[in-house]
């Protein structure tokens, strides 16, 4: 089964088929500091192909989440070269997710006078804050094209220091309703100038963010995930002919970058879009169907065996089995996941998870 077969995306090398998907965790403290909770953590996943962090932040102004690490200070740095080393001591492939929240905070989460996004549109609902309160979602700052540019070299630097933190490559999040998602929905850009109103224009900023990267860090080491059709935190894609053109200005403007690859959360992996991303992308590709539902072995191991995806990204099940890969291949049993850990602070849901082996010494 090609699942469990080793393969290389770009200068990444895959021990197998399984990646571990992206997943806020808010466990990295007030000041996004990776700790010994997250070494722990990402350590004992290392058997997995290839971790994709969870969205760590490239700039302050960026941050969405209390507890969310970042990748901006010297001592951010220095933690997660502790994560990557952990990782790399065992085996593992790990790369950074670089997400820059967008609209999706608030200022007293990102310690900063505003919050940002493509227009001046709050996201709808309300966010957590750090004393436990909720608030509205903020209007944001609608970016001035200056601003725009500089947010495209806030996640080039970003990048630099993820290589620079030992981690082996770096994800773009383009996903999920967060600021590089933001400018390809017509719902969330209503802007008049070159990134906005067109598919094509609405597209300009997810290429020139990661054309950047991997100008910065080398294309061989840069992937981005999208998620089109996902309808998540008020960036609504829901005309298919304007989503069509939209991933496909996308796609277009990343085939020439010759990317380690494209990560795409969807709930039909083998349907037409997903698949003309793919065809239109030229870069290895990374399916990731469980959102409302869970990946199973099954599904994983036929979507690459019948070659609709390179790899499989998996969430939940990763978080409740460190040993995901080993058990999927041996297609043994797995822990009962508990979801009201999966935000904390604690080892509690996070680092407890037992491996195969240590169930059956317990039995």
């Known amino acids: 089964m090609k699942l469990f077969e080793t393969t290389s995306f770009g200068a990444l090398q895959l021990s197998n088929r399984i990646v571990m998907a992206p997943l806020t965790r808010t466990r990295a403290g007030e000041h996004g500091i990776p700790n010994d909770l997250l070494v722990e953590h990402y350590r004992q996943r290392a058997g997995l192909g290839m971790i994709i962090t969870e969205g760590t932040w490239p700039v302050q102004e960026g941050r969405s989440y209390p507890g969310q690490p970042g990748i901006e200070t010297d001592e951010q740095i220095a933690g997660w070269r502790r994560v990557a080393d952990a990782v790399h001591a065992e085996g593992g492939t790990i790369v950074m997710q670089l997400m820059h929240g967008g609209r999706v905070s608030h200022p007293s989460i990102s310690d900063t006078p505003r919050i940002v996004a493509p227009s001046a549109i709050a996201a709808p609902g309300q966010t957590h804050l750090a004393d436990g309160s909720k608030a509205d979602m903020p209007v944001p700052h609608q ?17 630099r220091n993820a290589i620079a933190a030992g981690l082996d490559g770096v994800e773009v999040h383009g996903a999920n309703g967060y600021l590089v998602h933001e400018f390809m929905s017509p719902v969330s850009n209503t802007r008049t100038d070159q990134y906005g109103g067109s598919p094509e224009n609405r597209a300009r900023f997810a290429i020139e963010v990661t054309t950047a990267v991997a100008e910065a860090v080398g294309a061989d080491r840069t992937g981005i995930r999208l998620s089109p059709e996902h309808g998540i935190q008020g ?34 992996p083998t349907g037409d879009l997903v698949q003309h991303v793919r065809r239109t992308a030229r870069a290895p590709f990374i399916v990731n169907s469980g959102f409302s539902s869970l990946t199973t072995r099954d599904e994983a191991i036929a979507l690459v065996d019948a070659d609709q995806a390179d790899a499989v990204a998996v969430g939940r099940m990763a978080i409740a089995n460190p040993d995901l890969a080993h058990r999927w291949e041996r297609d043994t049993e797995l822990n009962e996941l508990r979801p009201q850990f999966f935000y904390g602070a604690t080892a509690e849901g996070y680092t407890d998870y037992p491996t195969l082996a240590e169930v059956r010494a317990m039995a």
Request: glycine share 6%; net charge negative; no cysteine.
């Open 143 to 159: 970016l001035t094209t200056d601003e725009v540019a500089q947010a495209v070299q806030g996640f080039a630097q970003a990048a």
């Open 235 to 268: 960036v609504i894609e829901d005309d298919a002919a304007d989503v069509r053109a939209t991933y496909t200005a996308v796609a277009e403007g990343l085939a020439p970058l010759g990317l380690a690859f494209v990560d795409v959360l969807h709930a039909e």
